[in-house]
């Protein structure tokens, strides 16, 4: 079963406009939550990530809101550019220590920006 | 360029077929992934192994094996290959404790007919 739920499944922005990528997670032993940018043919690259004592994290155009309360976080690009389109995968860790502490991964969003 | 080669890129099996997916990192990373990526369903993991000398089960290791031959390389066998295990297979690695996330190889599209 999916922990962490990732909606749209796509998005089509005009260039210039904002995208928002939202993910909602109901296991509440995660302490880091990344995002990965895919282009065709690559793998995931990591894009930006956020602990969850921080509200929000920006690097550049792109903004991870998080919300402990609601147990949601979301991805804002601004100022979208048609190089942004790509596939974003949310994903969590949880905090638990020892092993492979390894990511749960959304399902995925695919944003097309026109130009 | 330091990172993670995956081989080969692309592959296509019949069913019942064996192959095995290479995959080395030469960042000195600890662990090590192998997620199978479909249309709508994400990343999921199919096994790890989070230090050499050790592997374990993911989400979805049914007609998967591994092997970490050494800190550098994990490899994925399918010993029956199905249509089912048709995908996009990658290969990660990560410091245990690091905030920066996994190192992606780019992939190998396996196609089962």
């Known amino acids: 079963q999916q922990q962490v739920k990732q909606s749209p499944q796509s998005l089509i922005v005009q260039k210039g406009g904002i995208s928002i990528i939202n993910c909602a997670y109901e296991n509440t032993a995660f302490d880091y939550f990344p995002w990965y940018q895919q282009f065709p043919g690559k793998g995931p690259a990591l894009l930006i990530a956020?602990?969850?004592?921080?509200s929000e994290k920006k690097e550049g155009r792109f903004t991870i809101s998080f919300n402990k309360s609601a147990k949601q976080f979301s991805l804002h690009i601004m100022d979208s550019q048609p190089g942004d389109s790509a596939t974003y995968f949310c994903a969590a860790r949880p905090m638990f220590s020892g092993s492979a502490r390894q990511l749960t991964f959304g399902s995925g969003t695919q944003l097309t920006v026109l130009p | 360029n330091a990172g993670v080669t995956q081989t080969p890129k692309f592959q296509v099996l019949k069913t019942g077929q064996s192959m095995t997916l290479q995959c080395a990192q030469d960042m000195n990373h600890n662990s090590m992934y192998w997620y199978r990526q479909d249309p709508g369903m994400g990343l999921r993991l199919i096994y790890y192994s989070a230090s050499e000398g050790t592997t374990d089960k993911g989400e979805v290791p049914n007609g998967y094996n591994v092997s970490r031959l050494n800190k550098r390389e994990f490899s994925l066998r399918l010993e029956s290959a199905a249509p089912s295990q048709t995908s996009v297979y990658f290969c990660a690695s990560s410091e245990v404790e690091t905030f920066y996330g996994y190192t992606f190889g780019s992939g190998t599209r396996l196609t089962v007919v």
């Open positions: 956020i602990r969850p004592d921080v």
